[in-house]
């Protein structure tokens, strides 16, 4: 085990996780679910939904705030990132502790768009995102639609985008029913990890 190894180790030991992934869906993915109990349902454009998850972490959320206000959780939106020398990316959201950190990517979804994967699971795979990361996630904010079945149809287009059935796709994901896993084949051969949550905001405003 390298120095680094040993660092996030001990990190995650100090803050009562066993691993990456315990880390991941037990205090990131948890703290979305359990925001979206909270926030508005209306319909809007992708970063006004995104931001009032944001909202909830820092100001009302059991699960982060407290986190948040001692630094030990780090919290960003629009995350700039460097895809080359000459250009930046933007990723929706990210999390992050010491050595540890969980990139996000956001698409607001009327059926199982195309847009999904050339605009966000494809810069996962030619690692402009979490280049240095096992794992990554993807938001669909449904907002017409039925969401299983674009669940589904995301699902079969993942398939054909470097996938590999790895013991974390065949994993259940027992904290939230609309979701899946894939894993990919990056350009550099390594594999990302990706969590697929979808989350409805179907109500219209003037209701």
């Not at 120095?3 to 205090?27: A, T």
């Not at 703290?31 to 809007?44: F, L, M, P, T």
Request: hydrophobic share 35%; charged share 30%.
């Amino acid at each position: 085990m390298n120095k680094k190894e040993q660092f996030i180790k001990n990190g995650l030991s100090c803050l009562g996780f066993r691993s990456k992934q315990d880390l991941i869906e037990n205090l990131y993915l948890k703290a979305i679910i359990d925001s979206y109990s909270r926030i508005d349902k209306n319909i809007g454009i992708e970063n006004d939904i995104r931001d009032r998850f944001v909202y909830d972490f820092y100001h009302i959320s059991p699960i982060t705030k407290e986190l948040l206000q001692s630094n030990i959780l780090f919290i960003n939106w629009e995350r700039w990132v460097f895809k080359n020398e000459i250009d930046l990316g933007r990723a929706d959201l990210s999390f992050a502790v010491s050595g540890i950190e969980f990139i996000i990517e956001c698409k607001r979804l009327k059926n199982a768009s195309q847009n999904y994967i050339d605009e966000g699971l494809n810069r996962f795979i030619s690692n402009d995102y979490s280049e240095n990361e096992s794992y990554a996630g993807m938001i669909g904010f449904v907002t017409k639609g039925n969401i299983e079945e674009i669940k589904s149809g995301l699902f079969e287009k993942c398939k054909n985008k470097n996938y590999k059935s790895n013991k974390f796709c065949l994993e259940r994901y027992q904290q939230w029913k609309h979701y899946f896993k894939s894993a990919h084949l990056r350009t550099d051969k390594s594999e990302i990890n990706i969590y697929h949550l979808f989350f409805q905001f179907m109500k219209n405003l003037k209701d």
